[in-house]
């Protein structure tokens, strides 16, 4: 469910939020990487939820524990607080309905992890600003008719939408087009506009 | 020959060729049918070797007409193992690295207690004297199997079809003694089609006059006809209407025309009478239909209030479900349920939906993706239970 074409720079950046031997839910966890990684650096007790079987197949020869689901459909399925952490990476802004998916998220986990493609950045702005087209940048590499992101959101956006699911953002990291960490003293105005990417330790 | 190889299944009923362990009267199974069965015996075959810890112990479980042979050549039918294609020195399940077990169920017909076997009260086979056997009696004897052996957990416990309901049962049942579960193509219920499709194979088989209520023995006859019929309408149910497609579409058997008749015009009408009259060699009626019926009984979830999450409470057992595309015996919906169960008791699970044509027997089968599975489930599993490479 992982879907975009970038390098995914998001996933030590979650790794790094994440304690050893923590319960780790991963829906969308596309190839696994990020459960392997967690396996093999933090001992993690990892599950995966992914759409495509393929992938699903491929993380379960690989010897990850996952099932083939949708974030939209089998949440419900996951009891309260059974997980330490919920990770959603690059996924919600493919979901038919974020904020339930959110909400199921924080109903899941003791804490949420939440990255997504910013679409506030200054490459989208200008995009649709100058040649006012919906951007196709290397992060997000589909047109209009064939992408799989059908509810793009900004930082700001989400802060929103966090506050009105009463998520408390306990850390928040916006990454840059080369993948670095903004600082932290930088304003919300100025992630909105520089990170391409952002992620979100919450909690309620 | 197939009174050669009946007077054989019937050998092998009470003195098979394998191992066999005998429970004498102060050892009774405990059966559903809220009877005890007593003396009772169970015929398995093991395969590799217990190492000291005993935590290598895989425990295979067999579907409606398969037996303990495995992993070793069939004695009535001298055909190697029916999941030989796994299971094996140097195979996805090594029996060089893990202690393989595999039993007759209770209610079979090649050694372990059936309705083929003596009954010591009259000196002739059970055969409706039996009481129902249930998917439950058959776990528990197998639980009796492993006390032998001294196993306190298994390793993993894994078959396909009724082969996968015992692996539920096990793992709801006896939730400690099992570390992982591998339930393949199987349901947490019987479906009300495949309740109809054994009782279409049990009438064949009552209403075949040599059956005689169950006491053909008495005649000294079985009723093969019968039998044979119950197989070949079975069988179109392990297979896909795809497959028989490919394999046989509209072809002809061994004629250039249609004969205007009713003889075996068509290669699927041949190869159907073929499984038919093959399995009677190797198959005993009355077992077929406690067989079946055992099936037709199983629902995890109404033995647990109706909540199939509940069948599985605070498990640590670490499941992986494989379900096939092709299968319409046990779609992937049923594996599907299972998993969304296992979820909401926060079990550790992972899920395969395999895409191939093959239908139900696909996990009988050389499958490349469902031996990738098994080999990252086994391979994950042992290194969480410390098992060496």
Redesign the interface.
């Known amino acids: 469910m992982s879907v975009n074409g970038s390098q995914r720079v998001d996933l030590e950046v979650v790794a790094n939020l994440i304690p050893p031997q923590s319960r780790v839910l991963d829906v969308g966890s596309g190839d696994g990487s990020l459960l392997e990684l967690l396996q093999d650096t933090k001992q993690v007790?990892g599950?995966g939820l992914e759409l495509s079987?393929r992938g699903?197949?491929e993380?379960?020869?690989?010897?990850?524990?996952?099932?083939?689901?949708d974030a939209d459909k089998?949440l419900e399925?996951?009891?309260d607080k059974?997980f330490d952490f919920v990770v959603l990476s690059q996924t919600l802004q493919a979901t038919r309905n974020p904020k339930l998916v959110l909400d199921e998220l924080l109903r899941i986990g003791n804490r949420a992890i939440v990255s997504f493609p910013n679409f506030g950045h200054w490459r989208v702005r200008l995009s649709l600003f100058v040649k006012g087209r919906m951007p196709v940048t290397k992060d997000l590499p589909y047109s209009w008719y064939d992408t799989p992101n059908i509810h793009f959101c900004t930082i700001r956006d989400f802060v929103n939408l966090c506050e009105e699911l009463g998520a408390t953002v306990e850390k928040a990291t916006a990454l840059d087009a080369s993948g670095q960490k903004i600082g932290l003293s930088m304003p919300w105005w100025f992630w909105n506009f520089f990170g391409q990417q952002a992620v979100f330790l919450l909690k309620r | 020959m197939a009174a050669l190889r009946a007077g054989k299944t019937n050998e092998e009923a009470d003195k098979p060729s394998s191992p066999v362990l005998r429970f004498g009267s102060d050892k009774p199974l405990k059966l559903d049918a809220g009877t005890l069965l007593s003396p009772f015996q169970i015929a398995y075959q093991t395969y590799g070797t217990l190492n000291d810890a005993r935590s290598n112990a895989i425990l295979v479980c067999h579907a409606l007409t398969g037996d303990q042979h495995v992993a070793s050549t069939n004695p009535v039918t001298g055909k190697p193992g029916w999941w030989e294609v796994l299971i094996g020195p140097g195979k996805i399940i090594d029996t060089s690295r893990f202690f393989v077990i595999c039993s007759n169920v209770i209610g079979g017909c090649l050694g372990s207690t059936g309705p083929a076997s003596t009954n010591p009260a009259t000196g002739k086979p059970y055969g409706l004297d039996l009481p129902i056997i249930t998917i439950r009696d058959m776990v528990r004897a197998q639980q009796m199997l492993i006390d032998h052996f001294g196993i306190e957990k298994l390793f993993c416990v894994l078959g396909g079809s009724m082969g996968g309901m015992q692996v539920l049962e096990w793992a709801s049942s006896y939730p400690e003694r099992v570390f992982s579960a591998l339930p393949i193509a199987t349901g947490a219920r019987h479906s009300s089609q495949n309740i109809a499709f054994h009782e279409v194979g049990r009438q064949a088989v009552m209403a075949d006059p040599d059956w005689h209520g169950g006491k053909y023995f008495d005649y000294g006859k079985r009723p093969e006809k019968g039998l044979a019929v119950a197989r070949m309408a079975a069988h179109i149910t392990y297979l896909s209407e795809a497959a028989l497609h490919r394999k046989f579409g509209r072809n002809l058997q061994d004629r250039e025309a249609l004969t205007f008749g009713f003889d075996a015009d068509f290669q699927i009408e041949s190869y159907l009478r073929h499984q038919g009259m093959t399995f009677v060699d190797r198959f005993d009626a009355n077992s077929y239909l406690y067989m079946t019926r055992s099936m037709d009984y199983f629902d995890l979830a109404a033995d647990h209030g109706g909540r199939l999450a509940d069948a599985f409470a605070s498990t640590k057992t670490r499941f992986c479900l494989v379900s096939f595309t092709s299968d319409w015996l046990f779609p992937t919906e049923e594996s599907r349920s299972i998993v969304h169960a296992l979820n909401a008791a926060g079990a550790s699970v992972s899920f395969v939906e395999i895409e191939t044509d093959r239908g139900h027997d696909a996990f009988l089968l050389d499958e490349p993706e469902l031996f990738a599975a098994i080999n990252g489930f086994i391979g994950s599993a042992a290194r969480a239970r410390g098992l060496s490479a």
Not at chain 1, 59 to 69: E, N, Y
């Open positions: 007790d599950r079987q699903v197949n993380c379960v020869a690989r010897g990850l524990s996952v099932i083939q689901g089998d399925f996951y009891p059974g």
